[in-house]
């Protein structure tokens, strides 16, 4: 079976910074590229972070560059996201993602709040 269980959310003032980890089993996390989502309230599910199956590469989007580092310990098929200068509009339930070619799975999210 399975399954991407999303850890580390909770609240966080601006400026703050949080570690999110995503423990994935039931699949050979090694071969997969694996991605953060998140998803805002009123808004659509956009990509934050991408790293390959080896981790050798990563892609962020602009609004997360500099901010945001994506990094994966195929030992503990684990991938983590590192959020520092947090801002109010990186609140949103964050999603870990694992895909390979016509597989994709999903986490069921954990909830991010920056707010003083």
């Known amino acids: 079976q399975v399954q991407l269980v999303e850890s580390g959310g909770g609240l966080v003032q601006p400026g703050g910074s949080l570690r999110l980890s995503c423990a994935a089993s039931?699949?050979?996390?090694?071969?997969?590229?694996m991605n953060w989502y998140r998803q805002a309230p009123g808004k659509e599910r956009e990509l934050v972070a991408a790293i390959s199956s080896a981790g050798g590469s990563t892609n962020y989007p602009d609004s997360v560059k500099g901010r945001f580092t994506i990094s994966r310990d195929n030992a503990k098929n684990t991938v983590y996201l590192q959020m520092n200068s947090l801002k109010p509009d990186d609140t949103a339930v964050y999603y870990c993602?694992?895909?390979?070619?016509?597989?994709?799975?999903w986490g069921k999210g954990t909830l991010v709040t920056v707010s003083s």
């Open positions: 039931g699949f050979t996390f090694s071969n997969y590229a």
């Open positions: 993602n694992a895909r390979r070619l016509a597989y994709n799975y």
